[in-house]
């Protein structure tokens, strides 16, 4: 295996069941200092339950570790801590509630007379904050308020503000735009250049290309193979990790644009949405694109009803008579919905099966008088789980227990079920392997060829413009630039994303 004579970390048949099902198998791995190794794999191939065990949050049921040469059996996250092994995890681990500032210091605040001192506090989480190119987020805002982009950046700061010896991302540029990632991987570099060994999770196969020293395969639980990453193209690492070959291009589709499906007219809804106006038509992907805070999310929020408006009207149709959309059971009741950029928080009930989250939506339609059909339950959730391609053991498999891949495939199916006429996808691959992100897209393409009107959300841009018939930029809360297929360029959306910026820059600048 590579790099084990230098090995700072020695993994040898590490074994992990949950329940009846094998997740690890007689796992052998190794990490060397000033390296980074990327992990990769399909949802539910057990990088992040390897990943875990490292850093201490899961027990091993067999095997070995050792670090530093050392028998290395961590009793859980902080003693992982403390021997110098952290891990900035996939599911974000902050404190809604607690500032910027407070979650990066947690397990270091500076404190005077006992009393923490904010002062000092505020200025290191500055220091730390501008070091990865996020200068604009205030240090005191507290974390809850927050987009999920701007808190994976809050998440990647916390570990980074401390030394070690052995760092773990999972899927840290899962929501992050071009730019996010490029400060990143500068402070990568850095840590690289300091000897630190990073273990690097992504289903970014570009990403992995780029910045990985190594790469190790996992499928099914199994280690399949580990390679420098200059000996493996990236169809050759897909194709180990899926078991075949499979298309790297979403199948390309000749959009036939319908009638206007969706209207907004000068929507504004706090500080991120200011006088923003598009339409969407029937069989049309719009895309819409921008840096971390730039307004997506809070736009299309607004547009489901989830963000309150201050002002603007939204339309259905091609009618003259505009909508009241004040909650998401407005939206619902219009034929709107939202696949959510968090899906465990904002687009799942975790602790229930899949059967009952593809009901939620749909009780209506399945109930009698106010009584629930569990027959027809079953089969509206049989008919969504072969439709979708959901890998689960059972209708009633809580979702909390399926792969990243196959909880996406469950909130898009609630609403499938729904039959609703605009749907609204933010970050709809985010933290989900190769082979289901190219079943998401070909579900897309089918939902168009339908005559639905989507909208998609995404920090990738290449997927953007794979995927989309239109992009819309916004830049800083505004609608900068919209740009048809034709016109599709990384350069000039790009230049879009930061036109409000460099604007302000210039301002600034000359009234200096």
């Known amino acids: 295996m590579i790099g084990s004579a230098g090995a700072i970390l020695s993994v040898r048949r590490i074994c992990k069941t949950f329940g009846p099902v094998r997740v690890l198998h007689d796992v052998d791995f190794d990490l060397n200092a000033g390296a980074v190794h990327a992990l990769v794999g399909e949802n539910g191939a057990g ?26 059996r961590p009793a859980g996250r902080t003693d992982a801590q403390r021997r110098g092994v952290r891990m900035v995890m996939q599911e974000l681990n902050l404190f809604p509630t607690l500032t910027v500032a407070e979650n990066i210091f947690l397990e270091d605040l500076p404190r005077r007379f006992g009393v923490i001192n904010y002062r000092l506090l505020h200025r290191r989480a500055e220091e730390l904050m501008a070091a990865i190119g996020l200068r604009d987020l205030a240090v005191d805002e507290p974390v ?36 996010e990632t490029c400060l990143l991987f500068d402070q990568i570099r850095r840590l690289r250049a300091r000897g630190v060994a990073m273990l690097y999770i992504s289903h970014r196969m570009q990403e992995i290309k780029q910045i990985a020293d190594t790469v190790t395969v996992l499928r099914d639980g199994r280690i399949i193979s580990t390679h420098a990453i200059d000996t493996l193209t990236v169809e050759e690492i897909v194709n180990r ?46 895309g819409l694109a921008g840096l971390i ?34 909650s998401p059971r407005d939206a619902i009741a219009h034929g709107i919905a939202l696949i959510p950029e968090d899906r465990k928080e904002q687009g799942l009930f975790l602790p229930l099966g899949v059967d009952r989250n593809i009901a939620v939506p749909n009780l209506s339609r399945l109930s009698c008088a106010g009584i629930i059909s569990p027959a027809a ?25 399926l792969s990243g891949g196959n909880q996406q495939k469950v909130v898009i199916a609630k609403w499938l079920a729904r039959d609703c006429d605009v749907l609204i996808f933010d970050e709809p691959t985010r933290g989900i392997d190769v082979g289901a992100k190219f079943e998401i897209y070909a579900m897309m393409a089918d939902l168009a060829a339908r005559g639905k009107a989507l909208i998609v959300v995404s920090s990738d841009l290449r997927e953007l413009m794979a995927i989309c018939d239109r992009i819309a930029v916004l830049s800083d809360g505004c609608l900068a630039a919209t740009f048809s297929r034709n016109a599709f360029s990384e350069q000039t959306i790009n230049a879009a994303a930061f036109s409000r910026h460099t604007a302000t820059f210039r301002t600034q600048g000359a009234a200096g």
Not at 49 to 69: K, P, Q
Not at 152 to 175: K, N, Y
Not at 252 to 275: D, F, I, W, Y
């Open 144 to 179: 809850g308020n927050l987009t999920v982009g701007s808190r994976q950046m809050v998440e990647i700061a916390a570990g980074l503000s401390q030394d070690c010896r052995l760092l773990i991302l999972d899927e840290p540029t899962a929501s992050l735009t071009d730019r």
């Open 241 to 286: 990790m899926v078991g075949r070959e499979i298309s790297h291009a979403p199948a390309a589709r000749t959009a036939a644009k319908g009638r206007v499906a969706l209207r907004v007219e000068n929507l504004c809804a706090g500080p991120r949405v200011q006088n923003i106006s598009f339409d969407l038509h029937k069989g049309e992907v719009l």
């Open 377 to 401: 339950e079953r089969t509206l959730a049989r008919r969504h789980i072969d439709t979708g391609a959901i890998k689960c053991a059972a209708p009633d498999q809580p979702a909390e227990t």
């Open 293 to 326: 805070g730039a307004g997506r999310t809070e736009t299309v929020r607004a547009i489901f009803g989830a963000d309150r408006l201050t002002s603007g009207r939204i339309y259905l149709g091609e009618t003259a008579k505009h909508v009241r959309i004040r």
């Open 47 to 72: 990088k992040t339950t390897l990943a875990r065990i490292i850093a201490g949050t899961h027990r091993d049921d067999g095997g070995g570790m050792t670090l530093n040469g050392q028998s290395y």
